[in-house]
């Protein structure tokens, strides 16, 4: 069978809210089970299953011994999805001819290819466990554990919680989801007890440290619907903006804002990108509600390329000039201030609803309308055909605001380089349908491009920033002369960049469309 399960890492601040919540809400509840759990995983000695997929696990569940086998598992939109079979483990004895999916005991033994079969790590928790009824009909278990994973002489304690699909549509997670935490905060678990006990015998450690997280290549294939292709680029980018927001709340590293920025911009992209296979209102909202998050994120985004992109080399080229480093701590303190405030957003109720919600939409096919009758036909279009007419729309709307570049204003020089992002990022989502080499020629030229068109904007930025009556440092003469330097020096460096800048776009539409 196919286990679909959200996972939550639990503090003893969330297991109490938990369970302070779910006392408060009138589902239909089973009585509170209670157990003790003690898994034992098994692998080779070269870890042959892990590679293959496959996690073998005998487990004591009271007074009787289970044998497990899990295998193929996704996660995505926070959903893990798992084949898992099972059989009696009688006196806790593994026997790998048990297994009664036939198919799968061979793949096992093909795998382990008549190595020895030795622990690789073990799980002890205690389980209190219910079974939910919702309004819908659906049926979900939730289970909190409380333990420890072990392997060997290390242990790492684990506390999670587990909403399991037993009956009805996976909306139902979802919904129950943002019952079980309405004051936001919850943390995703992405790797299943197997993994992390891997981990821990690898590297001591059970959880994997929080860092930011890049964009990353989406495997498409001419062959795909536009539909699964739309599905799997909004997977993706769910999946950076999440670890993003993990990521900020952790670090104060300037990285986790900017990845977590480009994780929007890229969503909302791609939302336009897709709009015609999965346009939908739920879409919009989403769009809308990215906006404002983005909005909020490069405000933090942005004092950090002021200080560590403008002011620290500046002030390294001019280490006698005492004004750099008033100014860098009048700015440092405002930062300080409004990375307090993105992490009460981030954390709270409404960035949660947020990824709730997206994960909802892309993962029931919240795109699908019973009224629009020729829906079915744009959602099963391949999707080079789309990707065709995606690239062509955007490419028009770049020359379109390039007409005329040598007399471009300030705003038209800023509406030109969001431009050439969304390019980017519609290139970055369908270049792997197309020729490599092809590709990677525009995107070199148009990432020269870019660079130069980045730069004018820092300094546009800046200017805002630093010149407005409540600035940073205002008040403060020392500071103020170091802003002068900063503006000037940038505003002369600008101006040649901008003469590049028209070269490097006539050398873009020189190359010409890799597409089409």
Same mark, same amino acid.
């Given at each position: 069978?196919?286990?679909?399960?959200?996972?939550?890492?639990?503090?003893?601040?969330?297991?109490?809210?938990?369970?302070?919540?779910?006392?408060?809400?009138?589902?239909?509840?089973?009585?509170?089970?209670?157990?003790?759990?003690?898994?034992?995983?098994?692998?080779?000695?070269?870890?042959?299953?892990?590679?293959?997929?496959?996690?073998?696990?005998?487990?004591?569940?009271?007074?009787?011994?289970?044998?497990?086998?899990?295998?193929?598992?996704?996660?995505?939109?926070?959903?893990?999805?798992?084949?898992?079979?099972?059989?009696?483990?009688?006196?806790?004895?593994?026997?790998?001819?048990?297994?009664?999916?036939?198919?799968?005991?061979?793949?096992?033994?093909?795998?382990?290819?008549?190595?020895?079969?030795?622990?690789?790590?073990?799980?002890?928790?205690?389980?209190?466990?219910?079974?939910?009824?919702?309004?819908?009909?659906?049926?979900?278990?939730?289970?909190?554990?409380?333990?420890?994973?072990?392997?060997?002489?290390?242990?790492?304690?684990?506390?999670?919680?587990?909403?399991?699909?037993?009956?009805?549509?996976?909306?139902?997670?979802?919904?129950?989801?943002?019952?079980?935490?309405?004051?936001?905060?919850?943390?995703?678990?992405?790797?299943?007890?197997?993994?992390?006990?891997?981990?821990?015998?690898?590297?001591?450690?059970?959880?994997?440290?929080?860092?930011?997280?890049?964009?990353?290549?989406?495997?498409?294939?001419?062959?795909?619907?536009?539909?699964?292709?739309?599905?799997?680029?909004?997977?993706?980018?769910?999946?950076?903006?999440?670890?993003?927001? @993990?990521?900020?709340? @952790?670090?104060?590293?300037?990285?986790?804002?900017?990845?977590?920025?480009?994780?929007?911009?890229?969503?909302?992209?791609?939302?336009?990108?897709?709009?015609?296979?999965?346009?939908?209102?739920?879409?919009?909202?989403?769009?809308?509600?990215?906006?404002?998050?983005?909005?909020?994120?490069?405000?933090?985004? @942005?004092?950090?390329?002021?200080?560590?992109?403008?002011?620290?080399?500046?002030e390294e080229e001019h280490p006698s000039e005492p004004g750099f480093r008033a100014l860098r701590a009048a700015i440092d303190s405002?930062?300080?201030?409004?990375?307090?405030?993105?992490?009460?957003?981030?954390?709270?109720?409404?960035?949660?609803?947020?990824?709730?919600?997206?994960?909802?939409?892309?993962?029931?096919?919240?795109?699908?309308?019973?009224?629009?009758? @020729?829906?079915?036909?744009?959602?099963?279009?391949?999707?080079?055909?789309?990707?065709?007419?995606?690239?062509?729309?955007?490419?028009?709307?770049?020359?379109?605001?390039?007409?005329?570049?040598?007399?471009?204003?300030?705003?038209?020089?800023?509406?030109?380089?969001?431009?050439?992002?969304?390019?980017?990022?519609?290139?970055?989502?369908?270049?792997?349908?197309?020729?490599?080499?092809?590709?990677?020629?525009?995107?070199?030229?148009?990432?020269?491009?870019?660079?130069?068109?980045?730069?004018?904007?820092?300094?546009?930025?800046?200017?805002?920033?630093?010149?407005?009556?409540?600035?940073?440092?205002?008040?403060?003469?020392?500071?103020?002369?170091?802003?002068?330097?900063?503006?000037?020096?940038?505003?002369?460096?600008?101006?040649?960049?901008?003469?590049?800048?028209?070269?490097?776009?006539?050398?873009?539409?020189?190359?010409?469309?890799?597409?089409?």
């Amino acid at each position: 069978m196919t286990e679909i399960e959200l996972k939550f890492l639990l503090d003893e601040e969330r297991a109490k809210s938990l369970r302070r919540n779910l006392k408060a809400l009138p589902l239909n509840e089973t009585g509170v089970s209670s157990r003790t759990l003690r898994g034992i995983y098994y692998d080779t000695p070269d870890h042959a299953l892990k590679q293959a997929g496959i996690a073998l696990r005998v487990r004591r569940e009271g007074r009787r011994w289970v044998q497990t086998v899990k295998a193929g598992g996704t996660i995505t939109g926070g959903l893990m999805r798992t084949r898992e079979v099972e059989c009696a483990a009688p006196g806790g004895r593994l026997d790998l001819s048990l297994i009664p999916d036939a198919a799968l005991q061979a793949e096992i033994g093909a795998v382990v290819d008549g190595a020895e079969l030795g622990v690789v790590c073990e799980t002890q928790m205690k389980r209190r466990a219910s079974t939910l009824t919702l309004e819908s009909g659906a049926r979900v278990e939730l289970a909190i554990d409380v333990g420890e994973i072990l392997a060997g002489e290390v242990a790492a304690p684990f506390q999670e919680a587990e909403l399991e699909l037993k009956a009805g549509e996976i909306d139902a997670l979802y919904d129950l989801t943002a019952k079980l935490f309405p004051e936001g905060g919850l943390h995703l678990s992405t790797l299943p007890k197997s993994a992390r006990g891997y981990m821990l015998a690898e590297t001591g450690k059970a959880q994997a440290e929080i860092a930011p997280r890049t964009a990353r290549k989406v495997r498409l294939d001419p062959a795909m619907t536009s539909e699964i292709a739309a599905r799997d680029v909004l997977r993706e980018c769910f999946e950076q903006i999440s670890a993003n927001v @993990d990521a900020v709340l @952790d670090s104060t590293a300037a990285e986790g804002p900017h990845q977590l920025r480009v994780g929007l911009r890229r969503l909302r992209s791609a939302f336009g990108v897709f709009k015609p296979i999965v346009g939908h209102s739920e879409l919009v909202r989403l769009s809308d509600e990215a906006k404002a998050i983005g909005a909020e994120v490069g405000a933090l985004r @942005d004092l950090d390329v002021v200080i560590e992109d403008l002011i620290d080399p500046a002030e390294e080229e001019h280490p006698s000039e005492p004004g750099f480093r008033a100014l860098r701590a009048a700015i440092d303190s405002r930062r300080s201030g409004v990375r307090g405030d993105l992490r009460a957003t981030l954390g709270g109720a409404r960035v949660q609803a947020f990824q709730i919600d997206l994960a909802r939409f892309i993962e029931t096919r919240g795109w699908l309308a019973a009224e629009d009758f @020729d829906q079915t036909a744009r959602l099963a279009m391949p999707v080079r055909a789309h990707a065709d007419r995606a690239l062509a729309k955007r490419w028009k709307s770049v020359r379109r605001h390039a007409r005329g570049i040598d007399h471009l204003t300030i705003d038209g020089r800023h509406e030109l380089r969001k431009e050439l992002k969304k390019l980017r990022y519609t290139i970055e989502f369908l270049g792997p349908l197309y020729p490599e080499k092809k590709v990677a020629l525009f995107v070199k030229r148009l990432k020269m491009l870019q660079t130069v068109f980045g730069d004018l904007n820092d300094l546009a930025m800046a200017e805002h920033m630093l010149c407005q009556p409540d600035s940073p440092a205002a008040r403060n003469p020392a500071a103020q002369r170091a802003v002068g330097w900063l503006l000037g020096s940038r505003a002369v460096r600008s101006e040649a960049a901008w003469s590049h800048a028209k070269e490097l776009w006539r050398g873009l539409k020189r190359t010409g469309p890799f597409w089409g």
